[in-house]
């Protein structure tokens, strides 16, 4: 009896061990560095998509090369253009240079470009990471935040406003990915806040490219938070054997 106690403790432990990490992380630096954890991904983003160049994209875009069924699904804002004349605002796939915005995958052309919200679905299931290639981001004062999306468009994590370049340029580039050992990730939420919503002629325009899923390897090191409570659940596991033995 005391022992289905002390294995009852323990399975209890593992299991808050568990729900500790399970919570989605948030990396930035080195597209390899997080590659590097992985055991499997794929990438390509936009690069695979038959849309015209620096055409209005439609409402959703098939990412098939990210699964299945995996879609992007844009926003649209009307406003007045410089002449006053009715304009509508809303992502684009572009194959040119834009004002600091470029492509960056290795025999592309393609990359995505936007100053509204948008998101992407993974059609064919949930995954454990997800990452993509920033450009331009923090020189005209624009915020991009993350919602990562679990089943039913719950929210898993929020994360806001993204770290800018210290020394924000036209063109600067930086990797983002998220990852999530529970494998709940079935989509992701971009929010890109301006400093003034009113004047969409001075919106900062943010480029995506390089989109990537993966799986992370099953021998993942525990973060030290889950190492003390590991810790302190064999101390009392043991405190708990001395008192039985008594």
Not at 18 to 32: C, K
Not at 138 to 150: H, M, Q, T
Not at 156 to 174: H, K, M, R, V, Y
Request: glycine content about 12%.
């Amino acid at each position: 009896m005391r022992m289905n106690k002390f294995l009852g403790a323990a399975l209890l432990a593992v299991a808050s061990t568990s729900a500790v990490q399970a919570a989605p992380l948030l990396y930035s630096g080195s597209r390899g560095g997080f590659e590097s954890n992985l055991s499997s991904h794929v990438s390509d983003g936009v690069e695979s998509q038959a849309v015209g160049a620096n055409a209005l994209t439609p409402d959703v875009l098939q990412l098939t090369a990210l699964g299945a069924g995996t879609t992007l699904t844009g926003s649209s804002k009307p406003y007045k253009g410089a002449n006053d004349e009715d304009l509508l605002l809303t992502g684009l796939i572009k194959n040119s240079g834009s004002s600091g915005r470029y492509n960056t995958t290795a025999g592309g052309s393609k990359w995505w470009e936007s100053a509204l919200n948008f998101s992407i679905s993974f059609g064919s299931g949930p995954v454990e990471a997800f990452g993509f290639n920033l450009i331009d981001y923090g020189d005209f004062n624009g915020a991009l935040s993350l919602e990562i999306l679990g089943a039913g468009n719950s929210v898993l994590a929020t994360f806001s406003s993204l770290d800018a370049p210290a020394d924000p340029a036209s063109g600067s580039l930086q990797f983002f990915g998220v990852s999530d050992i529970s494998a709940s990730i079935y989509g992701v939420r971009f929010k890109i806040s301006q400093a003034d919503e009113d004047d969409v002629l001075a919106y900062d325009w943010l480029g995506f490219d390089d989109l990537m899923v993966g799986s992370r390897t099953a021998n993942n090191v525990p973060e030290p938070g889950s190492l003390a409570l590991v810790g302190i659940s064999l101390l009392g596991l043991a405190a708990a054997g001395r008192k039985a033995r008594r």
